[in-house]
C-alpha cells in the first residue's frame, strides 16, 4: 500500500468519499519508452460525478472501466495528462483535410450500450491496430468501454448504414475526457481516429466547454504522437499546472 502524499487534499477526499480500494500496480515493461519500467497507483471506484472527475484529471488521473490510475514510475514522468482549449485550436491543412474527407459521416450521440455489432469492429480493430497484448472476449469489450462508473456519452460515427466507428467521452466540468475510439479498419482511409477527435471537440465548443482531455502523451513516443496534432495543447506539469504547448 502506497503512503498518500498528505499534501493532496483532492486526493484525500477522493479517498474518503469515492473509493474502495488503493493499490500501486507491479513493475511491468513500459509500452512507450524502451528500456523502461512502468507501474500505476489506482482506485476501484463505484460512482464518479464530472466535479470530481476534473479535479482528479489535474492530478494526473485517468479512467479505465471502475478504475482510477495515475503513474507512479520509480524515475520518470514522462506520461503527463494533455488537453486542448478548444476555442484556440488551429486547423492545419491535414486537419482540414480530414474532415473534408468525412463529410458525409452521420453521428449519432447517445448513452453506452455494447452490441454484437459493436463488438464486432472492435475485435477488428484489435486485430488490425493492436497487439495480442489486450483481451478479446465480450466481457473484457463491455467492461474496458461500456461499465462506467460515471456520465459518458457514445458517440457513433455512420457512413451509411454502416458503423465507421465509435468514440466514448466522459463528461467532466469543465469538457469532455476522450476514454477511448475504435473503428472498422475498412475505413482507416478515412483517419476516424483523427476525425472523432476533431468532432468531438467542435461539440465541446459547441456546448460552451472549454476543454477536450485527450489522455496521457508521451514525447517520443510514436503511439503518442497524434496527439501533438492538435494545437494548441497544454500538458500538466503540476498539480492543476498547466503548460501550453504546440502554439
Known amino acids: 500500500m502506497a503512503n498518500q502524499n498528505p499534501r493532496d487534499s483532492t486526493v484525500s477526499s477522493f479517498q474518503a468519499g469515492y473509493d ?8 511491468t515493461s513500459c509500452p512507450y519508452l524502451p528500456d523502461r519500467l512502468s507501474r500505476s497507483e489506482a482506485y476501484w471506484v463505484e460512482s464518479l460525478d464530472g466535479e470530481m472527475y476534473a479535479r482528479m484529471l489535474a492530478r494526473g488521473f485517468r479512467r479505465s472501466g471502475r478504475i482510477l490510475y495515475r503513474p507512479r514510475c520509480r524515475g520518470c ?8 482549449p478548444v476555442e484556440g485550436m488551429i486547423l492545419s491543412r491535414s486537419l482540414q483535410r480530414v474532415w473534408r474527407r468525412n463529410a458525409d459521416v452521420r453521428v449519432e450521440v447517445g448513452e453506452p450500450v455494447p452490441t454484437d455489432e459493436k463488438y464486432a469492429v472492435y475485435s477488428r480493430y484489435l486485430d488490425e491496430q493492436h ?4 483481451s478479446r472476449t465480450y466481457d473484457s469489450f463491455r467492461e474496458f468501454l461500456y461499465d462506467s462508473p460515471m456520465d459518458t456519452l457514445e458517440i457513433r460515427y455512420l457512413v451509411g448504414r454502416r458503423l465507421m466507428g465509435i468514440g466514448l467521452a466522459d463528461r467532466v466540468s469543465d469538457g469532455l475526457s476522450s476514454v477511448y475510439m475504435y473503428f472498422d479498419p475498412e475505413f482507416a482511409r478515412r483517419s476516424p481516429g483523427t476525425f472523432s477527435i476533431l468532432w468531438e471537440v467542435r461539440m465541446c465548443r459547441k456546448e460552451g466547454l472549454p476543454y477536450y482531455y485527450l489522455g496521457f502523451f508521451v514525447a517520443g513516443s510514436r503511439t503518442m504522437s497524434y496527439k501533438s496534432r492538435f494545437r494548441p495543447n497544454q ?9 501550453t504547448l504546440g502554439v
Open 20 to 27: 474502495t480500494l488503493r493499490y500501486v500496480s507491479p513493475e
Open 77 to 84: 514522468s514522462e506520461c503527463r495528462q494533455l488537453r486542448v
Open 131 to 134: 497487439d495480442h497484448t489486450m
Open 235 to 243: 500538458i500538466l506539469v503540476g498539480v492543476d499546472r498547466w503548460v
